[in-house]
């Protein structure tokens, strides 16, 4: 069974940090392009970071770059979000997915992870 499970969200200061785990189980990681996506309340879902299978290239969308940083352990079988001077608009619920090409875009995204909440309030 194909599955990614994401964590280490939670409830951080202004300008503080987190990390973001997405494992999967059912296949190997470093066999497909991976993306990290995030939904506010009331917004469409938005694709942020994406990390490539072939050569580990990465890619970001403007409001997180220089910020958040996208990376992978093979041998874990996990990707991670860095995230670092988070910003209260960062708040959301964070997903990752299979992300074919690193598009962004929801349309070529295939498996999901169920999402860790993030929440950034002093």
């Known amino acids: 069974q194909v599955q990614l499970v994401e964590s280490g969200g939670g409830l951080v200061q202004p300008g503080g940090s987190l990390r973001l785990s997405c494992a999967s189980s059912g296949f190997a990681t470093d066999d497909y392009d991976i993306g990290w996506f995030r939904q506010a309340p009331g917004k469409e879902r938005e694709g942020i970071a994406c990390?490539?299978?072939?050569?580990?290239?990465?890619y970001y969308a403007k409001s997180v770059k220089g910020r958040f940083t996208i990376s992978r352990d093979n041998a874990k079988n996990t990707v991670y979000l860095q995230m670092n001077n988070l910003k209260p608009e960062d708040t959301a619920n964070y997903y990752c997915?299979?992300?074919?090409?690193?598009?962004?875009?929801?349309?070529?995204?295939?498996?999901w992870g169920q999402g860790t909440q993030v929440t950034v309030s002093s």
């Open positions: 990390i490539l299978s072939n050569d580990n290239s990465t």
């Open positions: 997915a299979t992300d074919t090409s690193c598009s962004l875009s929801l349309s070529t995204t295939d498996y």
